[in-house]
């Protein structure tokens, strides 16, 4: 039996702090330099430089050229499922997270998770799509009803279909600040790309933290009847 070995070989990986917080760094699905995330781990660029590699070698990162740099990122979901895991395992028997920093509170309000939006707001969403019976949920998956794709239609979502999507369709992730579900998979995605594209929300620089504008916090309250109003526009305090 060949998984305790290779369950002790990525938590070697990703128990070292300086890895981890590189990890974790990409977790909003975004790509960074080296040197973004040397800077993000306080190290040395040339001690980010091994570990990336160690990283990369073990299947938990991806690396892309851009010109003269190079640019890494999470080489799939899985990876940041198992990252968001690790934290709801570690939290699940301390007392409930309650953040304190200005930081930590935008991370609760509304962040990403990979491509898809995680935190207080998306968890009120989630609850929101159940109450008007657009989806079912299950203990790990959400259905989306006939009702859910007509509205998500008329919201200009484009849900994948279930054979163009090599992920899993609608998924629920526990999310480790609300210790609640909200949906993930392909469908979270898309959801949370069309909240972008309408301008709804943005997001916050060197943070998984999102920004709901203005506009954002008219949709989601004119659509859903959610208060967004924590999760506002930074910008103008």
Same mark, same amino acid.
């Given at each position: 039996?060949?998984?305790? %070995?290779?369950?002790?070989?990525?938590?070697? #990986?990703?128990?070292?702090?300086?890895?981890?917080?590189?990890?974790?760094?990409?977790?909003?699905?975004?790509? *960074?330099?080296?040197?973004?995330?040397?800077?993000?781990?306080?190290?040395?660029?040339?001690?980010?430089?091994?570990?990336?590699?160690?990283?990369?070698?073990? $299947?938990?990162?991806?690396?892309?050229?851009?010109?003269?740099?190079?640019?890494?990122?999470?080489?799939?979901?899985?990876?940041?499922?198992?990252?968001?895991?690790?934290?709801?395992?570690?939290?699940?028997?301390? %007392?409930?997270?309650? %953040?304190?920093?200005?930081?930590?509170?935008?991370?609760?309000?509304?962040?990403?998770?990979?491509?898809?939006?995680?935190?207080?707001?998306?968890?009120?969403?989630?609850?929101?799509?159940?109450?008007?019976?657009?989806?079912?949920?299950?203990?790990?998956?959400?259905?989306?009803?006939?009702?859910?794709?007509? !509205?998500?239609?008329? #919201?200009?979502?484009?849900?994948?279909?279930?054979?163009?999507?090599?992920?899993?369709?609608?998924?629920?992730? *526990?999310?480790?600040?609300?210790? &609640? %579900?909200?949906?993930?998979?392909?469908? $979270?995605?898309?959801?949370?790309? &069309?909240?972008?594209? *309408?301008?709804?929300?943005?997001?916050?620089?060197?943070?998984?933290?999102?920004?709901?504008?203005?506009? $954002?916090? &008219?949709?989601?309250?004119?659509? !859903?009847?959610?208060?967004?109003?924590?999760?506002?526009?930074?910008?103008?305090?």
């Amino acid at each position: 039996m060949i998984t305790g %070995p290779i369950i002790a070989e990525i938590a070697a #990986l990703v128990g070292d702090p300086a890895r981890a917080t590189m990890v974790s760094a990409l977790l909003d699905g975004r790509a *960074l330099t080296a040197s973004e995330l040397a800077l993000a781990a306080r190290i040395t660029p040339q001690t980010a430089s091994t570990h990336l590699a160690k990283l990369t070698e073990a $299947g938990l990162l991806s690396a892309v050229r851009n010109g003269r740099q190079r640019h890494f990122r999470l080489a799939s979901p899985t990876v940041a499922d198992m990252i968001e895991g690790i934290v709801a395992v570690a939290l699940e028997k301390r %007392p409930r997270y309650r %953040p304190l920093s200005q930081q930590a509170r935008a991370l609760s309000a509304a962040r990403m998770c990979y491509d898809h939006l995680a935190g207080r707001l998306s968890v009120d969403l989630t609850d929101a799509f159940v109450a008007r019976k657009y989806v079912v949920l299950d203990e790990e998956a959400a259905e989306i009803t006939t009702a859910g794709a007509r !509205f998500l239609g008329k #919201l200009g979502i484009e849900l994948p279909t279930r054979r163009s999507s090599r992920r899993h369709f609608c998924r629920l992730c *526990l999310d480790w600040t609300e210790r &609640r %579900p909200h949906i993930a998979g392909a469908v $979270g995605a898309a959801i949370t790309k &069309r909240y972008f594209d *309408l301008g709804w929300m943005e997001r916050m620089k060197r943070s998984h933290a999102v920004i709901v504008t203005p506009l $954002g916090r &008219r949709g989601f309250q004119e659509t !859903f009847g959610i208060d967004a109003s924590e999760s506002g526009d930074r910008r103008k305090r």
